[in-house]
């Protein structure tokens, strides 16, 4: 929608949605509003440094400490507070809405330290589980209690009471540390659904969801059981999310708007006080420094709490340096496909078939061919998008429209035009950058999603003959396709613009054609009547690893966030069903950039063998190599001396991650890594190098031998390049420890730079 989107392929993609919010508001301002000649407000983010004796954490005398930072003429007058939120945790400061000239006179005051515009902020089964490894009454997923006794915080559109995903049966009451609210009537909270409260200024009222995309992310994490769960008959099945007998607190920071920064900064505010375990958060923007992202300044106060941050990696792939939500403290999740595809096949009046997806499945669907339509070719190439009113001079009745993936139109939308033109059906072709990534929508009329090589065989068709001809066959659900998991075409990808020095994303996992629960109510932007609804994006990514996260929180309850992190991501798969590497779009194999450590395996996650810890003060270290000591505090909430002894600035690589992410020229560089052993007491482990090309590894010691439980190790690597022709390329490797029972390995990603 603005510059920050729920991370969800749905129905705009994300720039268009930009582009139609700000034509919408710049409308708005002509319209409406009359001419104001004074500056206008709007709400800003302030940081301000607590006075020498105020104790942290007291909040007796903050809220005067605050309005002392207001311009003397409103702090006095009568209008209405201008202070939107006072944040406890999360940031040292407020909200406010402030115009320019107010902000000036801020910055002459003692103790102020920075203010800016808040951002916008946006939105971006069940099968996956099995998918994963998970079964029901079978194995891990039984051992892990299904998340049982974890809280699980969600930042998102809000929720739909009611719906049975969120039925407590077998969840035990909330932990006694729970402190949060139920906003909702009557009994909607229960057991399962513990917390519900609404940070939305836009929408208030009672949390309800309006969109769907809280409902289905919610439940993704931590949805019960749910038998018969399915959408138009297809995926028939055991609904559930990845850890059904956890707790849920929803917290609603978006409506259709968007999701406004400060109240997505007052929702981390109140989840941590209410006592979640981990927040999950399919929402982003662009990617910016640290100190000016707000879902990076939260989950920073959240990870000092003890609280594991998922988010979504952003739907702006394929291309490179797409990502947001970067910061090393938070898991960064990308969107791969799982195995099972809704099939719906062109055919063709030369007889050929193409293979596509469709989740509105119609079986009394006559297999008559009917005339074939291409949008594109009709005098107007830019036809070739379906957008709105752009068939209304082409005579389309009857007939089959083939569209063309992107162009700013949402692929469902494409199909709304078709219907309301007239068109008996859409082939909706990828666009050339989307390859062989096809997803299942509820399109609105009866549609096949091919790939972009299947749709330039379409067009020559129809370039072929005088009387091009075509059906839609529908197959309904196949599982077991051995390309999964493949990286979303849409999955964004790395390196990070923010940090280029930490490897991102971390993880993928399932996003692609989701089944989850849904509003009840008939959606009329979508086909969908039912209580579930397959939606795409890496929104849908972030609640799988969420939930797994919460299997092992319930599992190690006991363990840091990175503890939780490092557990994933160096349990992760490389390979596919058909056991080759993990795949592209481009049916290629997909890069670092793309994957992270891999593809996330719950089973082998909740046993990682060895963890790699990061601590805060690590955390602040690495913070005081890249900014200034002020851009620090505003995101550590405090004053840090960044020349001491103590917070010695660090580079990335320096960080106790689970990969490296690093840039060599001419000189090798060497960095310490620690892993703890959370194993079998007595274990050893070698290490295993996977070719870095053109680079030269080296580790020591080459055994690390363990004979207690929380034994901590340390091996340092050493990187130096072997030739020196190679300037600006990327090349990557691995190194993993291998034990009996475990392979712990971690991702290596270096640039070569001269
Ligand atoms: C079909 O014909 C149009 C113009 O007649 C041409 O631009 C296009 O490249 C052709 N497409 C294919 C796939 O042959
Ligand atoms: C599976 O792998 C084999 C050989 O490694 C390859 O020939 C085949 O095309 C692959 N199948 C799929 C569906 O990727
Ligand atoms: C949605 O559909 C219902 C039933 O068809 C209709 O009454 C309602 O006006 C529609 N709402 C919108 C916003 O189009
Ligand atoms: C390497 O590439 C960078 C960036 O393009 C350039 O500035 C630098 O001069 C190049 N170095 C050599 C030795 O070619």
């Not at 509003?519 to 849908?540: E, Q």
């Not at 319930?554 to 798969?573: E, G, L, Q, R, Y």
């Amino acid at each position: 929608m603005f510059q920050h989107r729920i991370a969800q392929q749905k129905n705009c993609k994300p720039l268009p949605k930009m582009i139609c919010v700000f034509l919408l508001f710049v409308i708005s301002l002509l319209s409406s509003q009359p001419v104001i000649a004074q500056s206008t407000r709007q709400t800003y983010i302030v940081h301000v440094n607590l006075p020498a004796d105020q104790v942290p954490g007291e909040s007796r005398d903050l809220e005067t400490w605050y309005r002392s930072f207001l311009p003397e003429a409103t702090a006095n007058s009568e209008e209405p507070s201008r202070i939107r939120h006072r944040y406890r945790n999360v940031v040292t400061g407020f909200a406010a809405k402030l115009s320019p000239e107010d902000v000036k006179e801020m910055e002459k005051k003692e103790g102020f330290l920075h203010a800016r515009p808040e951002k916008m902020y946006a939105l971006k089964t069940t099968h996956s589980p099995n998918f994963l490894g998970l079964y029901q009454n079978l194995g891990s997923w039984p051992e892990s209690d299904y998340g049982k006794g974890v809280i699980i915080g969600v930042l998102d559109s809000g929720i739909t009471p009611g719906h049975p995903s969120f039925d407590d049966e077998g969840v035990p009451p909330p932990p006694a540390r729970w402190k949060g609210k139920c906003e909702l009537k009557g009994t909607a909270c229960n057991n399962k659904l513990i917390g519900a409260r609404n940070f939305a200024r836009d929408d208030p009222g009672p949390p309800i969801d309006h969109d769907g995309h809280g409902t289905h992310t919610a439940s993704t994490a931590a949805g019960n059981f749910v038998s018969g769960a399915n959408v138009f008959g297809q995926a028939n099945g055991v609904a559930s999310g990845l850890s059904p007998l956890a707790h849920l607190a929803i917290y609603k920071v978006c409506s259709e708007e968007g999701c406004y920064e400060s109240d997505i900064l007052a929702a981390f505010d109140a989840a941590i006080e209410d006592g979640v375990n981990l927040l999950s958060i399919s929402i982003g923007g662009i990617s910016a420094p640290f100190y000016e992202d707000g879902i990076a300044l939260g989950a920073f106060s959240a990870m000092e709490k003890g609280i594991l941050v998922s988010c979504s990696a952003n739907n702006d792939g394929p291309n490179y340096f797409s990502l947001e939500n970067e910061a090393p403290w938070i898991l960064t999740v990308g969107a791969s496909t799982i195995d099972r595809k809704i099939v719906a096949t062109a055919l063709l009046g030369n007889q050929e078939e193409y293979d596509g997806q469709s989740l509105y499945q119609i079986h009394d669907f006559p297999a008559t061919l009917l005339p074939l339509i291409n949008a594109g070719s009709q005098g107007n190439k830019a036809d070739e998008f379906c957008a709105p009113g752009s068939l209304n001079d082409i005579d389309v009745k009857g007939k089959v429209v083939l569209c063309v993936r992107g162009g700013g139109i949402a692929r469902i939308a494409k199909g709304q035009t078709v219907k309301d033109a007239g068109g008996a059906a859409m082939i909706l072709m990828n666009d050339k950058p989307d390859a062989y990534d096809t997803l299942a929508d509820a399109h609105v009329l009866p549609a096949a999603h091919v790939s972009y090589a299947d749709g330039e065989k379409i067009r020559a068709y129809i370039n072929s003959t005088s009387n091009p001809k075509a059906t839609i066959l529908f197959k309904g659900t196949v599982i077991g396709d051995k390309t999964a998991p493949m990286v979303a075409s849409y999955s964004s990808r790395g390196p990070s613009l923010a940090s280029p020095l930490i490897l991102k994303p971390d993880i993928i996992g399932p996003g692609s054609s989701i089944l989850a629960a849904w509003p009840k109510p008939v959606d009329n932007t979508t086909n969908v009547k039912a209580t579930f609804n397959m939606i795409s994006g890496t929104s849908m990514a972030c609640p799988h690893l969420s939930g797994i996260a919460a299997l092992i929180k319930s599992v190690h309850p006991d363990w840091s966030p990175a503890m939780i992190k490092s557990a994933i991501m160096t349990s992760a798969t490389q390979t596919n069903l058909n056991n080759s590497l993990i795949l592209d779009q481009r049916l290629l194999p997909a890069d670092i950039f793309a994957t992270g450590a891999g593809h996330v395996n719950p089973p082998r996650a909740l046993d990682p063998g060895l963890v790699y810890d990061i601590k805060t003060r690590d955390y602040i270290s690495y913070l005081c190599y890249m900014y200034t000591e002020n851009q620090v505090a505003i995101i550590v909430n405090r004053k840090i001396n960044c020349g001491g002894s103590e917070y010695k600035g660090v580079p990335g690589p320096q960080l106790n991650y689970p990969s490296f992410a690093i840039q060599l020229g001419y000189g090798s560089q060497t960095y310490p890594r620690t892993v703890t052993n959370v194993g079998d007491a007595k274990s050893s482990y070698y290490v295993q190098i996977e070719n870095v090309p053109g680079v030269d590894v080296t580790v020591e010691p080459k055994v690390l031998a363990f004979s207690k439980v929380n034994q901590k190790k340390t091996y340092t690597v050493s990187f130096s390049r072997q030739d020196f022709t190679a300037n600006g390329s990327y090349v990557q490797g691995s190194i993993a420890w291998i034990s009996v029972k475990h392979i712990v390995r971690i991702p290596v990603s270096v640039h070569l730079v001269l």
